[in-house]
């Protein structure tokens, strides 16, 4: 049993993701006056009255538009719905009972599922505006008045919510759940491969480029293990990035990153490395994340038996910074090698949080010192005291020597190379941090 769902749901502009924002605690989902900014699901955990569920931002619901973009929407609506435990009906006092709200109404009926009716922008304390007797005529009962923007009546709202949740289960705990970012440039085929993986059309797929625009949250569990799948807007160049909206979805593929633990570096198989993917792979290397590299469109490739050698060879020149990243080819299309993907993932992801004792590490450290002396200079010798492991995800360790400034950063490599060669570590960067004889922790 997964935990609750809340789907929030209306027409465009009620304040929809404003009001997940505020019960999300944070600025996940993009608010923008715009119809249609939230085209996909948003998925983010949040807890009441010591319950964790799962509150799910739809785009709006526009049941009569004949627009590709806002019927993808009613889809992804739908989908929420019908996987939901509990719809809040969001509509807006301030624009009032809308033919479009009854139509939606009459789309949740029809559900059979739970629904709270939420009216929005009551903005005004203590005072019922009389203008919210007319949300009755839905039939979806008592209209509960909040304020997305003030946080008003979200308690109320959330209690008529937990009314409800199924009983709590012990398989609600996800703290074994691997979070990984799918992340790459616009068009790579990120949610083809989401799509693939769950089986469904789960994220919105389309050939016009930004039309992921939130990173989106899908929960996946196999034999392999349980996952945390992140769609995230294609990355573009930054001079390409005028609107302000796809400049929020680009900073949300990086917080994306930022949560992840894999990423999942998607590469074109017909383009190649372009100067965006070493780009977009250098966010996840700095972020210190497991990575993968997923050649996609391998299908669509003339090949001979060379073929995967050599773009093998190109893309570690390409990225040269990150030589620890297994490469893996794929067909999102197809389905092609995609279950692979998992055994991989697992991997990289113990990998990243792996602990080496002190003993060990230093053991390593004597015989490379041994192998290779500690560089000179001026006459000044350095020493290497010992080395110790300080934090995971990725592995960090601190070498304690007498003097920083003999340190060069080529021996330091070297010593990053002895601990890959004896305990592997794919998939992961190492971080080392230098210190010396009289430096304070912290």
């Known amino acids: 049993m997964s935990r609750p769902l809340v789907a929030i749901v209306g027409r465009p502009n009620v304040g929809k993701s404003m009001l997940f924002n505020k019960l999300v605690g944070q600025r996940l989902s993009i608010v ?18 010591g319950r964790k569920f799962d509150l799910v931002d739809t785009g709006g619901i526009e049941p009569s538009s004949d627009s590709e973009i806002l019927m993808f929407m009613r889809q992804q609506a739908g989908i929420a719905i019908s996987s939901a435990t509990v719809i809040v009906f969001l509509c807006d006092i301030q624009t009032g009972l809308t033919a479009s709200d009854q139509e939606v109404a009459s789309m949740l009926l029809k559900s059979g599922k739970p629904v709270v009716l939420a009216v929005n922008k009551m ?16 039939g979806l009962g008592d209209p509960i008045p909040v304020s997305a923007v003030h946080g008003h009546g979200t308690g109320d709202l959330l209690d008529a919510c937990f009314q409800y949740f199924p009983p709590e289960s012990k398989e609600e705990e996800d703290d074994d759940v691997i979070k990984v970012a799918i992340i790459g440039k616009p068009n790579v085929g990120k949610s083809s491969l989401v799509n ?19 990173a989106v949250d899908n929960y996946f569990e196999n034999s392999k293990g ?7 807007a294609g990355m573009r160049k930054k001079s390409k990035v005028n609107d302000r909206v796809e400049q929020f979805s680009v900073l949300r593929a990086t917080l994306a990153i930022e949560r992840s633990d894999v990423c999942l570096i998607l590469i074109d198989a017909n383009e190649g490395v372009t100067e965006q993917d070493t ?10 994340k ?12 003339e090949k001979d038996d060379k073929t995967m050698d050599r773009m093998c060879r190109d893309i570690r020149r390409d990225l040269s910074y990150m030589t620890y990243a297994p490469i893996q080819f794929i067909s999102a299309l197809t389905g092609a090698r995609v279950n692979k993907l ?13 602990r080496i004792s002190t003993g060990m590490l230093n053991d390593v450290l004597a015989d490379a010192t041994a192998r290779v002396q500690p560089p000179t200079d001026k006459g000044r010798r350095l020493k290497v005291y010992y080395m110790t492991q300080v934090g995971v995800k990725p592995p960090h360790f601190v070498i304690f020597c007498n003097n920083r400034e003999l340190f060069h950063f080529s021996y330091q490599r070297y010593l990053e190379n002895q601990i890959r060669a004896t305990f592997g570590l794919e998939g992961t960067p190492i971080k080392i941090t230098i ?6 922790e912290g």
Request: net charge negative; charged share 30%; proline share 3%.
């Open 226 to 232: 349980r996952y945390l799948l992140i769609d995230t």
């Open 279 to 288: 780009k977009v792979a250098g966010l996840a290397h700095e972020a210190g």
């Open 123 to 138: 903005d005004q304390t203590g005072l019922t505006n009389p203008d919210i007797y007319e949300f009755y005529n839905l």
């Open 196 to 214: 693939r993986i769950l089986g469904e059309n789960r994220v919105i797929v389309s050939d016009m480029a930004g039309t992921t625009r939130d």
């Open 32 to 49: 923008e006056d715009t119809p249609g900014v939230t085209r996909d699901r948003l998925y983010a955990p949040c807890e009441w009255r």
């Open 435 to 440: 210190r010396q004889k009289g430096d304070k």
């Open 342 to 354: 998992f055994d991989t993932i697992n991997d990289v992801a113990n990998q990243a949080a792996m």
């Open 290 to 301: 497991a990575c993968v590299i997923v050649v996609n469109k391998w299908d669509a490739v």
